[in-house]
């Protein structure tokens, strides 16, 4: 996959804030990137969500309980029927996101008591944080296409793969025609321009063209590390980094949050191989004189330098219960 990403605005000097007491308010204006992909005619493309939505809110004046963040701003201005996520960008939790659930006042409701999940309030409160509208397909691929992937109908068209729980949900830009509008939708035919895609998830394109084709996203660029929670099996996740072979199996972070072991026990990280299959790894645990490090799984060659496939996605098998990686980036929040 030949993919090249344009940073509009630098690392230095992207956030603009303006500060509004007594609670601190502030906006930010997030680096903005465009990402071009080529995908081949037909067949399957891994892609990674490295661009996400603007920041819309941020704040200092958090008070964790339970499932209810005090944020200290007014939230007026968040619209109900959008789908919205609060995500930690400084202190000991940065990089954890979670779903909002509703708001009143200058409170949050998420919808998972990250509390219980084993953040501490006395850690926590205190911590800024940003609130984003969660990317969706039209948001991503735009409301129109404007990506430029096959339109047509459930048969002709390019199909986007998204990855829950063990199965794949695909949808596809309807050209429109006997009086009904083009649109994204599920293969059922319901409109699905607002199915939401987490950022770190990874998304398959499945091409059915009669030539290659290049396709662009903008967006604001993702910046500082990003948590991604991952459960027993299979998890298709993104390279968060906006930036061309930037981010290895050995600076990445990834194995703080997978098992190590052997090429039989570890979990293991697949990255899709130009052969059309996947180069599989894992995290060795040392011993018997030998260091922990990055191994193939065939061969048992250091792999530390590996990189994450640029703008894709790869997929982490979990061998059991639930964790989260942090993969880290170089790109600071503000």
Do not use: C, M, N
């Given at each position: 996959m030949n993919t090249r990403t344009l940073l509009l605005l630098g690392a230095v000097g992207y956030a603009v804030s303006a500060t509004t007491c007594p609670a601190q308010t502030m906006v930010s204006t997030d680096p903005v990137g465009v990402v071009s992909t080529e995908l081949p005619a037909t067949g399957f493309t891994y892609l990674g969500v490295n661009l996400t939505t603007p920041t819309l809110l941020t704040s200092r004046d958090t008070i964790l309980s339970g499932v209810e963040v005090n944020t200290g701003i007014d939230l007026s201005s968040l619209e109900v029927g959008t789908a919205y996520a609060m995500e930690i960008v400084s202190g000991t939790y940065e990089g954890f996101c979670a779903n909002i659930a509703s708001w009143t006042g200058q409170a949050l409701t998420l919808e998972e008591d990250i509390e219980a999940g084993g953040i501490d309030p006395a850690s926590f409160d205190g911590s800024r944080i940003s609130i984003k509208a969660l990317p969706t397909l039209a948001s991503i691929f735009g409301a129109d296409n404007s990506a430029g992937l096959k339109a047509g109908t459930s048969v002709s068209a390019d199909l986007i793969y998204l990855y829950s729980s063990g199965s794949f949900s695909k949808y596809y830009y309807f050209q429109?025609?006997?009086?009904?509008?083009?649109?994204?939708?599920?293969?059922?035919?319901?409109?699905?321009?607002?199915?939401?895609?987490?950022?770190?998830?990874?998304?398959?394109?499945?091409?059915?063209?009669?030539v290659a084709k290049q396709i662009t996203i903008s967006g604001s660029v993702k910046v500082g590390p990003t948590n991604i929670p991952l459960y027993e099996g299979f998890n298709l996740v993104s390279n968060p980094s906006p930036v061309e072979g930037r981010l290895t199996l050995g600076n990445s972070g990834l194995k703080d949050g997978l098992k190590w072991g052997t090429s039989v026990d570890a979990d293991v990280v697949y990255i899709p191989s130009d052969?059309?299959?996947?180069?599989?790894?894992?995290?060795?645990?040392?011993?018997?004189?030998?260091?922990?490090?990055?191994?193939?799984?065939?061969?048992g060659a250091n792999s530390e330098n590996i990189p994450l496939p640029d703008s894709g996605s790869f997929f982490i098998e979990r061998q059991s219960g639930e964790s989260s990686v942090m993969i880290t980036e170089d790109l600071p929040n503000p």
């Open positions: 429109g025609g006997f009086g009904q509008d083009p649109e994204w939708r599920t293969l059922s035919g319901s409109p699905a321009g607002s199915v939401t895609i987490h950022f770190g998830d990874g998304v398959i394109i499945e091409t059915k063209d009669s052969s059309g299959g996947f180069d599989k790894y894992f995290y060795f645990q040392g011993g018997f004189g030998q260091d922990p490090e990055w191994r193939a799984v065939t061969g």
